[in-house]
């Protein structure tokens, strides 16, 4: 759980911030339209300080346990921490009251518990509802054709605010087509709901170390980045 030098870091940093400026352009996009989210699951709360000390959007936590550890630990108490993986439902008391994001809202049942979680902690939880854009067995999130329920049900929910989709890419190095086909897909089916029920999802969550550049190009406003920042585990 050991970090990097934060000169190291920055010099990551640079070269990451040079990939979203490169795929931004060759978009049309202005850079400041993406933010970079630093993954630090497995690394040290040193970690988290280092993302907000270079002004990045937050640090993402894949499992609550860990995050709850190092939140309780963390010097910095302005830290935004985001859950970006898997949350089982009876973990959903706990997400609810630590985290500024849940975006791995998948299901209606995962929705609905939050939503009685917020309420009980006096406050609105802003979520992101993962989507399984590129139909890949081995990750979880929504099918496209379920997405409409279940963002209906969770606009239903008084103490969620969504904000946007969410989905992570199979797993293809040979062959780039299918995370932009992936990210596309994302891009239009958020584009699909927000015209269906009328209201602003704005907040594309998709990229990450490996397939950010595809990601930004296809509409990405959240680059999820780990290994890019921080190493290899």
Same mark, same amino acid.
């Given at each position: 759980? #050991?970090?990097i030098p934060y000169e190291e870091f920055l010099a990551n940093l640079a070269r990451v911030r040079a990939r979203v400026a490169a795929a931004c352009a060759d978009a049309g996009r202005p850079v400041v339209s993406v933010r970079i989210l630093a993954v630090t699951k497995t690394h040290s709360v040193e970690a988290a300080l280092y993302a907000m000390r270079a002004g990045l959007a937050g640090a993402g936590e894949n499992r609550v346990q860990e995050a709850l550890e190092k939140i309780a630990t963390c010097p910095d108490k302005t830290v935004r921490w985001e859950l970006i993986g898997h949350l089982q439902s009876n973990k959903a008391n706990k997400a609810a009251a630590a985290f500024a994001r849940v975006q791995s809202v998948d299901r /209606?049942?995962?929705?609905?518990?939050? #939503?009685?979680?917020a309420a009980v902690a006096g406050r609105i939880l802003p979520v992101l509802l993962q989507i399984n854009a590129g139909d890949d067995p081995a990750k979880f999130g929504a099918n496209c054709a379920d997405a409409p329920a279940l963002l209906e049900a969770a606009l239903k929910c008084p103490a969620l605010k969504v904000e946007g989709l969410?989905? /992570?890419? *199979? &797993?293809?190095?040979?062959? *780039?087509?299918?995370?932009?086909k992936c990210f596309a897909r994302l891009r239009e089916t958020r584009d699909a709901l927000a015209k269906q029920f009328k209201v602003p999802l *704005?907040? &594309?969550?998709?990229?990450?170390? #490996?397939d950010l550049d595809a990601a930004v190009k296809e509409g990405s406003t959240l680059v999820r980045v780990g290994t890019a920042l921080f190493g290899r585990r």
């Open positions: 759980m #050991d970090c /209606i049942e995962l929705a609905q518990k939050l #939503d009685r979680a969410m989905t /992570i890419a *199979p &797993l293809a190095p040979e062959n *780039p087509d299918v995370a932009k *704005p907040e &594309l969550s998709m990229g990450m170390t #490996d």
